[in-house]
């Protein structure tokens, strides 16, 4: 075992110095590609009319003027962008010819709205990173943190109401969008718009917006779900554990399904929400660190293992798996690096899991013999997840392909099946191991009050009157019962034989050698 321990910790310092050589330093700003076909009238491209075409609502399909780097006269209606190259609006930063742009970029575009009182709105998709709209040069929107300290983080689709003062006749918008894509992302999330955008009637707009964010919410649903089985399972374990204090497997257990639960919820949240990733993964990797620890331990103390040298190296890379985050946001390693390492330091942990279970199912251990199964599919499916996972953050975005998950009846995942699989195998163990202990403790306290009663028995419950002398007793054992005990024997002869004895020790074991004393 200290062999192949030796090995691998040679062959994991190898691949962590490979995985943590920084990356070379790209220009934030990729020279301007050509423009993808040049209309005749290149300023009627741009243009979108709510007026001439009379429908509710306009999809943005179309060209806008592109142009790479950061100059806050941009926003500007009146700036002559007849320069700038012309792109396919729907399409992200890969797909018009910009590969793994990172850093700022902006778009222009024109709306025409009729006049009249009617009012109108613009909605916008996704778009990576951080982005700020403005309506005729006025700020009208920021998601995000942009230059000169931008932050990374992840934008939701959005609904601008725009202008809506009564317009006596025809108003021209000009929209331009400044948009800053994180280095971190470029690689496998391509800046830009992920989708298309539109123009059109408010009431229309929100509406279908809030549609669309129904289905996202519904497609994160598992993650609701099944953080709040975990939340559950936590509340059963921890409330068993305060029941049985010294029986830690259900402490173990409580923060086990902490950990994932909360990281479930956090993670739900911040997929539908706004916000600085730096922030979210640090509470995930918290979280994700206190399941890892905890299982390592719950499995530990549930078979009564040892703290051996595979234990001790699969506890350590637990907490070098915490580690990964903060060299990522330092810049230290790439996404797709830190995705690697997390892979290598999750590979002692499970395995130890693993081989430790299957070892305790092959000395017919019942409780490993019904986890052996709920346990390896939840292992496997986490590490093909995570697998599939760093295979796209190296680029293979055909990886995707590979992920597993159901929309119907509701929606899940592989790892989300696995895990609760393993949830409730695991609430099944422990309920009947505290039943078991429960039927124990009612046989251990029934056994007590036989001795008890046997105790009576040797204790004198009344006292004899004795010419001449008055006596008083007490009895208090320390525990149910005790190793103490007392006689008072009159005899004929008119003298009295008082006898106390004191068996050492406490509890049943003393009243037994009481007894046969």
């Given at each position: 075992m200290k062999h192949l321990l030796h090995k691998f910790a040679w062959l994991l310092g190898l691949l962590v110095a490979t995985a943590t050589v920084p990356a070379q330093n790209k220009p934030h700003l990729a020279p301007a590609g050509p423009p993808l076909g040049t209309p005749a009238d290149p300023d009627s491209v741009t243009t979108f009319s709510l007026q001439d075409d009379r429908?509710?609502?306009?999809?943005?399909?179309?060209?806008?003027?592109?142009?790479?780097?950061?100059?806050?006269?941009?926003?500007?209606?009146?700036?002559?962008?007849?320069?700038?190259?012309?792109?396919?609006?729907?399409?992200?930063?890969?797909?018009?010819?910009?590969?793994?742009?990172?850093?700022?970029?902006w778009y222009r575009f024109h709306i025409i709205l009729p006049p009249g009182q009617e009012a109108f709105s613009l909605r916008l998709p996704v778009i990576y990173t951080c982005y700020q709209v403005f309506v005729n040069g006025k700020l009208a929107l920021t998601q995000g943190?942009?230059?000169?300290?931008?932050?990374?983080?992840r934008s939701r689709p959005v609904v601008i109401d725009l202008p809506s003062a009564p317009r006596p006749e025809r108003e021209e918008l000009t929209i331009a969008l400044r948009i800053w894509h994180s280095p971190l992302w470029s690689r496998y999330r391509h800046g830009g718009l992920q989708g298309s955008a539109e123009v059109g009637r408010s009431d229309l707009l929100h509406e279908q917006f809030d549609r669309q964010e129904q289905a996202y919410l519904w497609q994160y649903s598992d993650d609701f779900d099944l953080g709040a089985l975990d939340l559950l399972a936590f509340a059963v374990a921890l409330a068993l554990f305060l029941t049985r204090q010294s029986e830690r497997e259900f402490l173990w257990f409580a923060l086990l399904v902490l950990g994932q639960g909360a990281y479930h919820l956090i993670r739900a949240w911040d997929f539908l929400h706004t916000g600085n990733l730096v922030g979210y993964e640090f509470i995930e990797t918290a979280f994700q660190t206190l399941f890892l620890a905890s299982a390592?331990?719950?499995?530990?103390?549930?078979?009564?293992?040892?703290?051996?040298?595979?234990?001790?190296?699969?506890?350590?890379?637990?907490?070098?798996?915490?580690?990964?985050?903060?060299?990522?946001?330092m810049g230290a390693v790439s996404v797709a690096q830190a995705n690697l390492l997390t892979v290598i330091f999750l590979l002692p942990v499970f395995g130890w899991i693993l081989l430790f279970v299957r070892q305790q199912a092959k000395r017919k251990q019942p409780d490993a013999r019904t986890l052996r199964w709920p346990i390896t599919f939840l292992i496997l499916s986490h590490l093909y997840s995570q697998f599939v996972w760093?295979?796209?953050?190296?680029?293979?975005?055909?990886?995707?392909?590979?992920?597993?998950?159901?929309?119907?009846?509701?929606?899940?995942?592989?790892?989300?099946?696995?895990?609760?699989?393993?949830?409730?195998?695991m609430l099944v163990i422990l309920l009947r191991r505290f039943a078991l202990r429960s039927r124990e403790q009612d046989r251990v306290e029934s056994e007590i009050e036989a001795a008890r009663s046997v105790q009576q028995v040797l204790v004198p419950e009344t006292l004899p009157r004795i010419p001449g002398l008055s006596i008083g007793t007490a009895y208090h054992p320390a525990q149910e019962v005790g190793g103490d005990f007392f006689q008072i024997l009159p005899l004929n002869s008119g003298e009295t034989v008082i006898v106390i004895g004191d068996v050492a020790g406490k509890g049943l074991p003393a009243a037994l050698q009481v007894s046969l004393a």
């Open positions: 429908e509710p609502v306009v999809l943005l399909d179309g060209q806008w003027r592109f142009q790479t780097g950061d100059d806050p006269r941009w926003a500007d209606p009146n700036l002559n962008d007849r320069q700038w190259p012309l792109v396919k609006s729907g399409s992200d930063w890969d797909e018009i010819g910009y590969h793994n742009l990172d850093g700022t970029a943190k942009l230059p000169p300290n931008p932050g990374t983080y390592l331990l719950f499995f530990r103390t549930l078979f009564h293992g040892k703290w051996t040298n595979a234990f001790v190296f699969a506890l350590a890379c637990c907490g070098l798996s915490a580690l990964v985050a903060p060299l990522t946001w760093t295979m796209q953050t190296f680029g293979f975005v055909w990886f995707s392909s590979f992920s597993l998950r159901w929309r119907h009846p509701f929606y899940f995942t592989l790892d989300d099946l696995a895990e609760a699989v393993f949830l409730l195998s």
